[in-house]
């Protein structure tokens, strides 16, 4: 079976930039605060109306026109989001009209943190298989409607940021490209990271009595300690897998693209894997943690910044919610 590979990458933030000083005008925090527990410095807000399929289409037009391929050229659409436009149709499926493109396959992937990997590793199965030839896979996130933006919220809210990125995956010569995924989930943890509401258990779905609770379950809920334990655990073993799975070690690989969660998280991952800095990319600075979006906003900065160069063995690393985890090996 044929590999796949990254034709093209495009990403799109949100215009305003919101700073760790800004978030003191609505919560008890600290820039001081943020920045030494999470090296978050600022994140993107998105503006009123924008869906997360407008932040991908303009992340896909770019990865199209990097790939030199026409939206009529694609032949499946997968979007990675926690944050969809409306509970539904899929964004997937506004993101093809916005594309003016009808007939192909459109679907979402709802796995959080580790979506675009889930997504990647779909979209590389499709085209292994050789049932398409020219797959969009975006990654994008609208965290700025649905956080807690005062002192209650503020643990959860200070990470998040907005942000899309989106890849054209299409066939590889053999030996490059994408060598391997692998993914992971452990629902027992669901509760440990999740938004309650609204949800198919209430009736109804989203009431008053909801929005006028003292801890309202809207809002994301997270037990910081617990999940930082997990994947600082997690992140290193599914590295390891696929390095393993490809008969390759630690030294092989040229940078390490994590999931951008916390810049202690990835930090304590490199040092356990004895990765030197340059081979670990981190963007979470300027961006807080964008879920979905977070790994080809990486990977697409990181390819900026010539960081990844043809040859190259680069893994790709998430953990979040679910709690699920997963990885994918490329060589570039
Ligand atoms: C959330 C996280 C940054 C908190 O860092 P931490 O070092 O564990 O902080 P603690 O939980 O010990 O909280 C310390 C104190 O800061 C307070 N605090 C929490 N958020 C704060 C904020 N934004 N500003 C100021 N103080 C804050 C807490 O209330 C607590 O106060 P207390 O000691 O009086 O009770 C960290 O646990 C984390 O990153 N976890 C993983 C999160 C993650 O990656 N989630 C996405 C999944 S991929």
Redo the contacts with the bound molecule.
Sequence with gaps: MRNSRILGIGCCVPERVVTNDDLTEVM???DE??QQ??GIRERHYSGDGVGAADLGLIAAQQAMRAAGVEASDIDLIVFATLSPDVDMPASACLLQAKLGVAGVPAFDVRNQ?SGFLYGLAIADKFIKTGTCSRVLMVGAEIHSTGIDLTTRG??VA??FGDGAGAVVLGPAEPGEGILSTHLHAQGRFAEK?WIEAPGTRARPRLSEKMLEADDPPIFPK?E??Y??RH?VTRFPEVIREALDANGLGVQDLSLLIP?Q??L??SQLVASGLELPDDKVFNNIDRYG?TTAASIPLALYEAIQANRVKSGDLVCLAA???GFTWASALIRW
Excluded: D, K, Y
Aim: proline letters at 0%; charged letters at 20%.
């Design positions: 008890e925090t600290s605060w943020i527990r999470t943190c503020r643990e200070v990470i990271l997270m910081g300690r999940v930082f994947a999931h969660a916390n202690r998280i943690n953990f979040g919610a």
